[in-house]
């Protein structure tokens, strides 16, 4: 006898909450979005300072929140799908960002298999006038700066602290940890906020970015 599909089983047990519970009954889209962000964080945590068991529960709490927004989606009276749609979108999607997997093309180096993935998604997202299409502006501003600096320099612009220290500058994580903390540690001597220092330089770089395209 064949094991139970235990992803399937999960969906189900979704299923059967939002259908029995009241408190889920009334959850939307947009009120999960806090349970996400919460459930995103936790997993972030488990996987730089966790444990095997943590791990494995909050990669379950972030697969319970996938679940959540497919099942609300299956009931959406103009537009509806469900996980195994989601499932099967997520599929093909990666068969085609990996035709040196399926497809039969050559990539014998992480480079080369970039390449086919930005060659797949370009084609996928062929409407798009800008590299910073797509780009969320909600990720937190280290992170959004390190996806713009990466969109910059697709088409050449590149940020000139950059060109100007080359190789010079932090020689480990932990080093630019410390050089991280030391310019807040200044913003903050200062009076000036770093977040909103560093949100304003992207804006700018942004605008550096669509005016080069």
């Known amino acids: 006898m064949s094991e139970p599909d235990a992803l399937r089983a999960a969906a189900d047990t979704m299923k059967a909450v939002r259908d029995r519970c009241v408190w889920s009954q009334q ?79 050559v990539a014998t180096t992480p480079e080369e298999v970039l390449v086919h993935w930005n060659a797949a998604k370009a084609a996928e997202k062929h409407t798009r006038r800008s590299v910073l299409d797509g780009v969320s502006e909600r990720m937190p501003s280290l992170a959004l700066a390190q996806k713009v600096l990466g969109k910059a320099a697709q088409v050449g612009v590149v940020a000139p602290s950059l060109a100007e220290e080359g190789e010079s500058g932090p020689a480990s994580e932990a080093d630019l940890g410390a050089a991280l903390i030391d310019l807040v540690a200044v913003a903050r001597s200062r009076g000036w906020d770093a977040e909103r220092a560093l949100r304003e330089r992207l804006r700018a770089l942004q605008a550096e970015v669509r005016a080069a395209e």
Do not use: C, N
């Not at 939307?28 to 095997?52: F, K, N, Q, W």
């Not at 909050?58 to 609300?72: C, M, P, R, T, Y």
């Not at 009931?75 to 195994?84: E, Q």
């Open 27 to 105: 959850i939307d889209h947009r009120a999960l979005v806090p349970y996400l962000v919460e459930e995103s964080a936790e997993l972030i945590d488990a996987v730089e300072d966790g444990t095997r068991a943590d791990l494995r529960e909050e990669l379950g709490d972030l697969l319970w929140q996938v679940l959540f927004h497919a099942e609300i989606a299956s009931r959406d009276p103009d537009d509806p799908f469900d996980i195994d749609d989601v499932a099967r979108g997520l599929t093909d999607k990666m068969v085609r960002r990996h035709p040196h997997v399926f497809a039969g093309a």
